[in-house]
């Protein structure tokens, strides 16, 4: 018995992007010479809270019901158990997990891979 999770998620945030930070700058400037190397460490101590807050929400992934069709197809579920066969022996997938079980051809996808469809 071999089992595939056949799914596809969206980020719920986009990924991280460049950003001009020239604010921080100012701000550190502000702080004066005298205190250079305070004003390194917050600089790198701001920039480092940014880059982790950013790097959190790009983590964030949820189920893409846009696509499901698509994703849930025949010929993308059969593509998807090809792909896993080299890892079972050559055997097809017996059973497929999906996000949507009522979207796209899953249940036709499954009976093709038991051979009950030609």
């Given at each position: 018995m071999f089992?595939?999770?056949h799914n596809l998620d969206v980020q719920v945030f986009p990924p991280p992007r460049?950003?001009?930070?020239?604010?921080l700058d100012s701000f550190t400037s502000a702080i004066g010479a005298?205190?250079?190397h305070a004003k390194d460490t917050i600089t790198s101590?701001?920039?480092?809270g940014i880059n982790r807050g950013e790097a959190a929400l790009s983590s964030i992934?949820?189920?893409d019901f846009i696509h499901a069709p698509e994703t849930n197809s025949v010929g993308s579920i059969v593509a998807d158990?090809?792909?896993c066969a080299p890892f079972s022996g050559g055997k097809a997938t017996n059973f497929v997990m999906l996000d949507f079980v009522?979207?796209?051809e899953g249940l036709?996808?499954?009976?093709y891979l038991n051979g009950l469809l030609s």
């Open positions: 089992i595939i999770n460049p950003r001009n930070l020239g604010w005298e205190v250079d101590a701001i920039q480092e992934l949820v189920p158990s090809n792909g009522d979207v796209g036709k996808a499954v009976d």
